[in-house]
């Protein structure tokens, strides 16, 4: 090979060499060697072994060496030896390895149909062509000039520039003798000339704490896995099973001494714990992927790949998965395809285009919350969103995703005023890019992992959690937000005025099998000045607990599994705050006690008893024994499981008038335990109920065969299972 010119020797010290790997390294027979080396005073070539081959020349003033070998007649293995001053040190070549990424990686990913591409794009430590190092990997189609940047390098980009895969957009570069632990970044010279703020890797899978930005080689070792079994069975179809939810925001759930937030190996132990006493049998968080902001709760992530270091590393994370799965414990977690920060460091303008996002504001902003939406119809971004839903799951075990604000993708006109968005090709407000997204992973998902998504919509989208193959998104679960709106609307009217909002309770009934619904009460319900959930009861003291409790009582027993935040279970009387822990010391009083004692044996009598939840996603599965006595303010009404099960009778009277000798129609003649009352002294009630059990053996009432009179204890949900 010649020696470069000068206008090439400019370029690399400049920064301007779009092609490193035409210069850089050996070329050429005779072959000849040209390296970038600005920290040092001296460079000399040495063999495999270790032996002097010849001191290079300084070609440049800023750095670049140059040294042919006329003798040699093929390339041979070299390292570097470099010296400034008295410090000396040897390293490796970067421009002497050939490439990591295979053709058909390439092409996969240019096509967007790369259902691993984790494996390829991020940074993976390996051993390559016999040197250790790191293999990093980037799109950046619109790109001068891509380089990996750190602290190995001085977070100098002239030093280690990638080369590009003319293919798909890609730029490599295997850089020897770094690994795990390594900061990172992307420096990238864009196709107008400008050198853009660093950008973070889109698929590291660590980076910094905040607010720190940079990301982090992980280490390749797999975590240590013990829930084989787990995996295995978790593959069963949910709608007939038990699922209550436990929701939880991680860094405020409980702290530690100072106000410390725990670390993942530090919380698992506890929550799952926790979890297991109360017989939830989910976690679900919110969003654990890294997100620089913190009071955005991670719904504004940066690292789609990352689970956030505020708690720990990617195997801290694992670790506190694989404990959770140990107890029986499924865990879901909040994913965020639906919008992105735009944070210098992150997403946007990522070459200096609209890569991810849209270039047109009307498609690619949301107002709402200052964030830019992702462009669901270019295949390398879908491909990129479809691989972080993947990679949770099948490498970081988790259970389920639940996709935040899916009716703000839906609709192009979501939150927008007239003029400010575009209709589809056909003329209308859906956004069918999007749609066909959510279907695409939701039917990647199903065929390619064990887990099951859950939408947040809070629209009437038809199909949300009906198959694909029938028209439908492919979601398994969607939550019922008209039911939490009509219900929390109706417990928080004083008594006196319920029975003219009576319908709020009972309306939800009417389209309660058109999905197969969870009921939230989410963080959302709890938060920007809506109080705490306890804060939404009306009346005195006595009647908030005793509202909460005919009302959770009303949600355990409603068709639709079961969702509840973090300390609603024990009655948190402040409105959640994610910079402090929860209220635990209220356990001290005995009405809090009480609160949590009833949501525990709630989950024991929806576990227990398949009525309760065999057919929650089926009309076969309730029936109203009265869903019209809106002038005492009372519902009663049978769960009914499949063949062969007992089924449950509920009654709520959301009055607090004590009623005596009320008489409820029942189907079946026999003794009707009282499985659980509400009111009991032990949940911090009155006592009054039926002495733990009733008799049907009356005249048919309510269009049932027989009947029973009842006690109905004031502000309560009763609930009866048939003994056999």
């Known amino acids: 090979m010649t020696r470069p010119d000068d206008a090439t020797c400019e370029a690399i010290v400049r920064g301007r060499l779009s092609d490193p790997f035409a210069t850089l390294g050996m070329h050429g027979t005779p072959p000849a060697i040209t390296v970038f080396a600005p920290d040092a005073g001296e460079v000399t070539v040495l063999d495999a072994k270790g032996k002097p081959l010849g001191a290079m020349e300084k070609i440049h003033d800023e750095g670049v060496y140059h040294l042919a070998f006329p003798k040699k007649r ?23 390895f050939d490439p990591v990424l295979g053709e058909m990686d390439e092409y996969l990913l240019a096509e967007g149909r790369h259902e691993e591409l984790w494996t390829c794009l991020g940074s993976h430590p390996k051993v390559h062509e016999g040197a250790e190092g790191t293999a990093f990997a980037v799109w950046a189609p619109n790109a001068r000039r891509v380089s990996v940047v750190g602290d190995f390098n001085a977070w100098d980009g002239r030093r280690n520039p990638m080369r590009r895969r003319m293919g798909g957009g890609l730029w490599e570069l295997f850089i020897p003798d770094i690994g795990p632990g390594t900061l990172y970044k992307y420096e990238i010279l864009s196709a107008y000339g400008d050198v853009l703020p660093l950008k973070a890797d889109p698929v590291a899978f660590q980076m910094e704490n905040a607010p720190g930005t940079a990301s982090i080689v992980a280490s390749d070792a797999k975590p240590t896995w013990t829930d084989d079994a787990w995996m295995k069975q978790a593959q069963r179809d949910l709608r007939d099973q038990p699922v209550s939810i436990y929701e939880v925001h991680l860094g405020s759930w409980k702290r530690g001494d100072g106000d410390r937030a725990l670390s993942y190996t530090e919380v698992g132990p506890l929550l799952a714990d926790y979890v297991k ?63 992105f920060p735009s944070d210098a460091h992150g997403l946007a303008r990522f070459d200096g285009t609209a890569l991810y996002e849209h270039e047109d504001p009307r498609m690619g902003f949301h107002k709402d919350w200052n964030t830019l939406i992702y462009n669901f119809g270019r295949s390398e971004v879908s491909n990129f969103l479809r691989g972080s839903a993947l990679y949770w799951l099948r490498e970081l075990h988790v259970d389920a995703l639940r996709v935040d604000a899916v009716a703000s993708m839906l609709y192009l ?22 749609i066909d997204f959510l279907r695409d992973v939701n039917t990647q998902v199903n065929a390619r992992s064990h887990g099951v998504t859950i939408a947040e919509e809070s629209t009437a989208f038809p199909g949300v959690s009906r198959p694909v193959d029938q028209d439908g998104l492919g979601f398994n679960f969607k939550w019922n937000m008209g039911w939490m709106h009509d219900t929390l609307e109706y417990i928080s009217e004083d008594p006196i005025n319920r029975q003219w909002h009576h319908d709020k309770m009972t309306f939800g009934l009417h389209y309660a099998f058109s999905e197969n619904f969870v009921l939230p009460i989410s963080h959302d319900e709890v938060v920007h000045g809506k109080g705490s959930l306890l804060g939404k009861m009306p009346g005195d003291d006595w009647q908030r607990f005793a509202n909460l409790r005919a009302y959770l009582g009303w949600m355990w027993t409603h068709p639709g599994k079961k969702l509840l935040f973090m300390g609603c279970e ?74 062969g099960d007992p089924p449950v009778a509920v009654i709520c009277n959301m009055a607090p ?68």
């Open 74 to 96: 093929k390339p041979f293995a070299y390292r570097l030896k470099c010296q400034a001053g008295e410090h000396e040190w040897d390293r490796d070549d970067p421009y002497r």
């Open 413 to 434: 006109d979501y939150s927008r005023n007239d003029g400010e968005w575009l209709p589809n090709r056909l003329g209308g407000r859906e956004n069918l890019e999007a």
């Open 277 to 339: 006493d109360m017989g939830f049998t989910h976690v679900e968080f919110l969003p654990l992927s890294e997100h620089p902001y913190t009071p955005s709760w991670g719904y504004q992530p940066i690292g789609l790949f990352a689970p956030t270091s505020r708690f720990g590393d990617p195997k801290d994370f694992a670790a506190m998965v694989d404990h959770l799965h140990s107890q029986g414990i499924g865990v879901i977690m909040d994913w965020v395809p639906a919008h």
């Open 657 to 724: 008038v004590l009623r005596e000798d009320f008489r409820v129609g029942l189907p079946t003649k026999g003794r009707w335990r009282e499985a659980l009352n509400s009111d009991a002294t032990d949940y911090g009630g009155t006592g009054s109920g039926n002495g733990g059990s009733v008799t049907a053996d009356g005249q048919g009432w309510h269009g049932q065969p027989v009947s029973a009179s009842l006690t109905l204890p004031p502000l309560a949900t009763v609930i009866l299972t048939l003994e056999n």
């Open 570 to 643: 024990f009655g948190q009387e402040r409105e959640w705050s994610h910079d402090r822990s929860l209220d635990w010391h209220l356990l001290d009083d005995p009405r809090h006690g009480g609160l949590q004692r009833l949501v525990r044996d709630l989950n024991a009598v929806y576990r227990d008893n398949p009525a309760l939840h065999a057919r929650d996603c089926a009309p076969e599965g309730f029936q109203w024994i009265d869903g019209g006595n809106a002038e005492n303010n009372v519902f009663s009404f049978l769960r009914l499981g499949k063949d």
